[in-house]
């Protein structure tokens, strides 16, 4: 099983961007799919974004269509999400989660591993 570590959240005005990175430990990392998934402040965890275990296949919340891209480096252990056009609604806390069923990172829930998260503040 791998481990999770995220990183790249910070404080960001309004309309600006942000690299989110997911660091995998471990040797299994390409035998996973990968998400990624926001909790606002008071909200329950949201899917913003999943990708294949090759990195061939992708999809998107509605929210983070047009605006956001996943990708992976399976030589590095990497997921990354590129957030453009920020919005305050974006601020949350993001986490990466693992999973060996693509699909099943539709819904935050029974998921296999998660990383700790990394906040995303977006000022107005």
């Known amino acids: 099983q791998v481990q999770l570590v995220e990183s790249g959240g910070r404080l960001v005005q309004t309309g600006g961007s942000l690299r989110l990175s997911c660091a995998a430990s471990?040797?299994?990392?390409?035998?996973?799919?990968m998400g990624w998934f926001s909790q606002a402040p008071g909200k329950a965890r949201e899917f913003v974004a999943a990708?294949?275990?090759?990195?061939?296949?992708?999809y998107y919340a509605d929210s983070a269509k047009g605006r956001f891209t996943i990708s992976r480096d399976n030589a590095k252990n990497t997921v990354y999400l590129q957030m453009n056009s920020l919005k305050p609604g974006d601020t949350a806390v993001y986490y990466c989660?693992?999973?060996?069923?693509?699909?099943?990172?539709?819904?935050?829930?029974?998921?296999?591993?998660w990383g700790q998260g990394t906040l995303v503040t977006v000022s107005s």
């Open positions: 990708i294949s275990r090759s990195g061939g296949s992708v």
């Open positions: 989660a693992a999973d060996k069923d693509f699909f099943a990172l539709a819904r935050p829930r029974n998921l296999e591993v």
């Open positions: 471990g040797r299994a990392f390409s035998r996973y799919a």
